[in-house]
């Protein structure tokens, strides 16, 4: 279903853009499997993480990766300020940290339960268990829609559990890779 509706012609302001549903936007993007990480940086009280699959990579020359924050969650206030930020690539057996950071910690500290040490290049917290890293310097910030694009540069990059299945996230579903046979 599309929404949205014309502006008045001629008043010299842009009409608004036609645009699918929420709903529908949701049910397509669910068709679209992406992997799962978590995003962290650090703040005022220390480390902090959130669950985010709104990431990806932009360039390799320099290499450059992306993530999507929701505005209304911490990590993009503590984002305002940050100068980095690491992407925690998750691996299929690790849905508990996937949902531990996917929720809000008012009185729990959830670095107590995911071991982490400081990033040597940027300082943030990089979880020692997590499939590979992607330390960023932040280089821009672009605010689009409730979202904040957060762009880094990639100063350190590593596979810290080779051979391990990424986990996947398709349908509402955590998931793993299944190859199909060649
Ligand atoms: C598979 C998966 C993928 C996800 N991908 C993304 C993604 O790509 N991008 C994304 O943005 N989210 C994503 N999320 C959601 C995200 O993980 C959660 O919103 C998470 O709780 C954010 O954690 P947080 O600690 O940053 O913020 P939270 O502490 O969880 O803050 C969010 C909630 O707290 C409230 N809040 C925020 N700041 C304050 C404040 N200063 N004072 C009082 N209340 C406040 C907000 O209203 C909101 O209800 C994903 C979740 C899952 C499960």
New binding site residues.
């Given amino acids: 279903m599309v929404t949205g509706s014309a502006g008045p012609a001629g008043c010299g302001i842009a009409p608004p853009v036609r645009h699918a549903s929420g709903e529908g936007f949701r049910d397509v993007m669910r068709h679209f499997p ?1 992997g ?2 978590v ?1 962290t940086t650090t703040g005022p009280a220390g480390p ?8 990806m990579s932009v360039s390799l020359h320099p290499p450059t990766a992306l ?4 505005r ?7 984002l305002r300020a940050a100068t980095a930020f690491t992407v925690n690539i998750l691996a299929a057996d690790q849905t508990e940290l ?2 531990l ?6 009185d729990e500290d959830p670095f107590l339960q995911a071991p982490w040490r400081p990033s040597p290049v940027t300082g943030t917290p990089v979880l020692t268990q997590s499939l590979a890293v992607l330390d960023c310097h932040l280089q821009r910030r672009v605010t689009v829609a409730d ?1 904040t694009l957060v762009i880094g540069t990639v100063t350190d990059a590593r596979v810290q559990r080779p051979g391990a299945d990424p986990m996947v ?1 398709s349908r509402r579903a ?1 998931q793993t890779v299944t190859k199909t046979p060649s």
């Fill in positions: 992406t799962v990480t995003l902090h993480g959130m669950t985010a699959n709104a990431v993530a999507a924050v929701h209304d969650t911490v990590t993009h206030g503590l996937a949902l950071f996917a929720r809000s910690h008012p979202h996230f955590f």
